[in-house]
Nanobody, 119 residues
Framework: QVQLVETGGGLVQAGGSLRLSCAVS????????MGWFRQAPGKEREFVAS????????YYGDSVKVRFTISRDNAKNTVYLQMNSLKPEDTGIYYC????????????WGQGTQVTVSS
């Protein structure tokens, strides 16, 4: 059983920053590829960022590239999403997801944390 718990969401003004955390339990983090997704009100789920098991490779959606940074600390079983220069269109529920070793799909998802960016 893998559990993912996101924290760090909240209300921030445009141009501000937030740091989201995803605490992982039930599986050694080094065996999980990790990703962040978000869903804005009335819109479909969108890919935000991902990071390989070792942290050597990262990928970003076009809308967040440069502004956001994904990282992981396997010793702390935690994945982070640093969000800078936030825009109102970044508003949504942010989900952490895990991809087990040997698979190419995200099988585990957190409950989400709300991020609201005001103008």
């Amino acid at each position: 059983q893998v559990q993912l718990v996101e924290t760090g969401g909240g209300l921030v003004q445009a141009g501000g920053s937030l740091r989201l955390s995803c605490a992982v339990s039930g599986r050694t983090l080094r065996n999980l590829g990790m990703g962040w997704f978000r869903q804005a009100p009335g819109k479909e789920r969108e890919f935000v960022a991902s990071i390989s098991r070792s942290g050597g490779s990262t990928y970003y959606g076009d809308s967040v590239k440069v502004r956001f940074t994904i990282s992981r600390d396997n010793a702390k079983n935690t994945v982070y999403l640093q969000m800078n220069s936030l825009k109102p269109e970044d508003t949504g529920i942010y989900y952490c997801a895990a991809k087990p070793i040997g698979t190419d799909q995200y099988h585990y998802w957190g409950q989400g944390t709300q991020v609201t960016v005001s103008s």
